[in-house]
């Protein structure tokens, strides 16, 4: 579609404006591919996320760069784009009292009996890596348990996959599992952290769109699917929850951030506290051949 030279790059200094039309294009790209909705208040995260793309391409404006990510030769930029819309901050033990939850249940979970866990909207994994953590602590390194890691960028799940982490957010993890489970890298690497084998080995990262038809992942004593929902209107939330939902075990739990409720969305789950909602459909799981 764009086979001429970029014009020159604007000066770092010098602001990208995105007009109204500009921004509806965007947001409908994204609620199309994504499900996730931009509200007109989006509009400096569009800008503030892609103006490097921009510059990195010399490009002047908004409508000459999503005209070169709307021509399907430009695939690779277009997932670019949409990764850097979807890909949220996040933290180690962020939402404390959900991973003290954790704690408990695993606790109580029949010994010898496996204990998995889908960290449905994982980002770059942190949040992972946190209940590998807790269950590392409440279950052992023995015991049979697992993590299944998701989303939708694969752009940051290679980030979750190298676990590699820069050492200012090390505070955010209590003394005692930094020292047994954390590994200081060398090198080039000195400024960040990782985690040993016994973790990275429980926890398995798969692309999933949650608008979609979901793969064949198991069914889960608890999901986390936290700080997502807030970005889907409601039709695309009932989607993904009655989706994800399907994969809870007989009783199991559902996690959601809590700036964030269920209400309305679904009759297949029943609140339990804030922010967390037991099944209601009863389903038995297949059992494995």
Do not use: C
């Amino acid at each position: 579609m764009l086979n001429k030279q970029p014009e020159k790059s604007p000066p770092i200094s010098e602001a990208i404006a995105l007009t109204a039309a500009e921004f509806k294009f965007i947001s409908e790209l994204l609620e199309h591919l994504a499900g996730i909705h931009l509200s007109s208040a989006k509009s400096t995260l569009v800008v503030g996320r892609l103006s490097k793309r921009l510059r990195h391409f010399g490009y002047r404006n908004f409508k000459t760069y999503f005209e070169f990510i709307a021509d399907p030769a430009n695939k690779a930029e277009l997932n670019i784009a949409i990764d850097l819309l979807t890909t949220n901050e996040t933290s180690f033990f962020r939402e404390p009292k959900h991973f003290e939850l954790l704690k408990t249940l695993a606790a109580a979970h029949p010994k010898g009996k496996m204990f998995r866990v889908w960290s449905a909207a994982s980002s770059s994994g942190q949040e992972a890596y946190t209940i590998a953590l807790v269950l590392a602590q409440a279950l052992g390194d023995t015991a049979p348990w697992e993590i299944v890691a998701s989303d939708l960028s694969e752009r940051i799940l290679a980030k979750a996959r190298d676990a590699l982490y820069p050492l200012e957010q090390a505070h955010q993890i209590p003394q005692e599992l930094l020292k047994k489970y954390a590994l200081k890298e060398r090198g080039d690497q000195a400024k960040f952290f990782t985690f040993e084998p016994v973790l990275k080995n429980r926890i398995t990262i798969k692309q999933i769109n949650l608008t979609q038809k979901l793969p064949d992942i198991g069914f889960f004593d608890v999901i986390f699917l936290r700080n997502i929902l807030i970005y889907f209107q409601m039709d695309v939330k009932k989607l993904v929850v009655e989706n994800v939902a399907t994969l809870l075990h007989p009783e199991g739990l559902l996690l959601i951030g809590h700036s964030e409720s269920l209400h309305g969305v679904t009759d297949n789950l029943e609140s339990v506290k804030p922010t967390v909602y037991k099944s209601l459909m009863g389903t038995v799981p297949p059992k494995k051949a």
